[in-house]
């Protein structure tokens, strides 16, 4: 096997969404050709061990014949400091305040090297599943060292640099001070969040965040209305935002409420998050976990409105959100996941889904455009498959997984089956006796 990571210049025999195939030509960390399979001069018969042919093109050439080629899938909304903690805690389930306070009680007593065993422990399980760039909010806690989770972040986006793409967020809650905010961004933290649907007075929280944010230049990620009842904070954030001085992004996360609008009252939101390019941030996995226990009979599913979002041509991206924390115990750290139950519950088509947790999840994290496209990236994945439908349903853990133009990360799955005895062996067996 070949050393990671591994500079490539050519892919062979790639096979595309929409069912051709392809050879690809990547210089450093961009695509620059794309041209039916066999039709160039490379050695497209090279191994997808890559053990024929001369060393160097072996080593910088990977045929993918078998395997479906797709964007990398990004992750915009991950909580790296509190992931694999379930069977720590051992929280009780269903419960968003009791998961709050568990995890308060827990998080005392947590060290900057504990979250970055942990975290770095996740964000390599994503890797290798193909997640290529993470957008992670991190706690600012509390006690005497409120910076213990955004130091440890900052040290796994060090130590990970070469290998994906990490962006941080200060997760400020109602009562955490804004000097703290402000020590976040300064130990490195990239933008500013909170989750003012939890604070007394929701919106005068929003503009406080709102507020440093533009005083320090930098984007905003919110935890938005994750409740199916209450204040609809996200308007008042689409309100402020047209008026915001900072030209940085704003983003969105959970929006539950906004799934649970009438129609008109709907289309009225949809229409001013379209107007203030507030990208969306959708978590079908934990909040479809978390939402509707209240709700027995005709339990809602706990999305937010991602059909009318696409429709109004709003920037929609998906993640995964906790992975077996005290706020959903389970979770494959793979957005395959995701894509899967976007279309289950939340009817999206195998494309938009699968859009969903990357091109659209890219352009929420305000990322350059990539995939299998002349100029764009090459942050790629590569999964064992005919069909996008047969890689989301069936997720091979088969996989490679190229960031900036290398592959940073390579699955195979060896599967050994009892052979069946059909009708016309036995028939045989019978006549041999």
Not at 71 to 79: F, I, V
Not at 143 to 166: H, S, T, Y
Not at 314 to 337: I, K, M, T, Y
Not at 349 to 377: F, H, I, N, Q, W
Request: hydrophobic share 45%; charged share 20%.
């Amino acid at each position: 096997m070949n050393v990671l990571p591994r500079t490539l210049t050519r892919l062979t025999d790639a096979t595309l969404a929409d069912g051709s195939r392809v050879d690809v030509e990547i210089t450093g960390d961009t695509v620059t050709a794309v041209t039916p399979a066999g039709s160039g001069d490379g050695d497209s018969h090279i191994s997808r061990r890559g053990t024929t042919g001369a060393d160097a093109d072996a080593d910088s050439t990977l045929n993918l014949d078998g395997f479906l080629l797709l964007t990398a899938p990004a992750e915009p909304h991950a909580h790296l400091d509190k992931a694999l903690s379930w069977d720590l805690i051992e929280p009780p389930m269903g419960d968003l305040v009791l998961a709050i306070e568990s995890w308060k009680r827990y998080s005392a007593g947590m060290t900057t090297e504990s979250i970055a065993d942990r975290a770095r422990q996740q964000a390599l399980a994503m890797l290798a599943n193909g997640i290529t760039a993470i957008r992670c909010h991190v706690d600012l806690l509390s006690g005497d060292e409120p910076m213990r989770g955004v130091r440890a972040l900052v040290q796994v986006r060090d130590e990970l640099r070469e290998l994906l793409d990490l962006e941080l967020v200060a997760l400020a809650g109602p009562n955490v001070p804004s000097g703290q905010v402000l020590e976040a961004l300064e130990l490195g933290v990239d933008l500013v969040g909170g989750a003012p649907h939890l604070a007394d007075d929701p919106d005068a929280d929003l503009r406080r965040l709102l507020a440093i944010a533009a005083s320090q230049g930098v984007g905003v990620d919110m935890h938005t209305d994750e409740s199916l009842g209450g204040a609809l904070t996200l308007r008042t954030l689409a309100s402020v935002v047209r008026d915001w001085p900072s030209t940085q992004p704003v983003t969105a996360g959970h929006c539950v409420r906004l799934g649970t609008l009438e129609q008109a009252e709907l289309a009225e939101v949809v229409a001013e998050i379209v107007r203030s390019d507030i990208g969306i941030v959708t978590l079908p996995i934990t909040n479809l976990y978390l939402q509707g226990w209240e709700h027995p009979v005709s339990t809602p599913r706990g999305l937010t409105a991602v059909r009318a979002l696409l429709d109004a041509g709003a920037r929609l991206g998906a993640g995964a959100d906790n992975v077996r924390d005290p706020f959903n115990p389970v979770g494959r750290s793979d957005a395959l996941e995701t894509a899967s139950l976007l279309v289950t519950a939340g009817h999206l088509t195998l494309d938009e889904a699968y859009a969903a947790v990357s091109s659209g999840a890219r352009s929420v994290m305000s990322l350059p455009e990539a995939g299998v496209v002349v100029g764009a990236k090459a942050e790629l994945l590569a999964v064992r498959g005919v069909n996008l439908s047969d890689v989301v349903a069936n997720a091979s853990a088969d996989r490679y997984v190229v960031h900036a133009g290398r592959l940073v990360a390579q699955s195979e799955v060896t599967r050994h089956i009892a052979p069946i005895i059909t009708s016309r062996s036995t028939e045989a067996i019978l006549e041999t006796r």
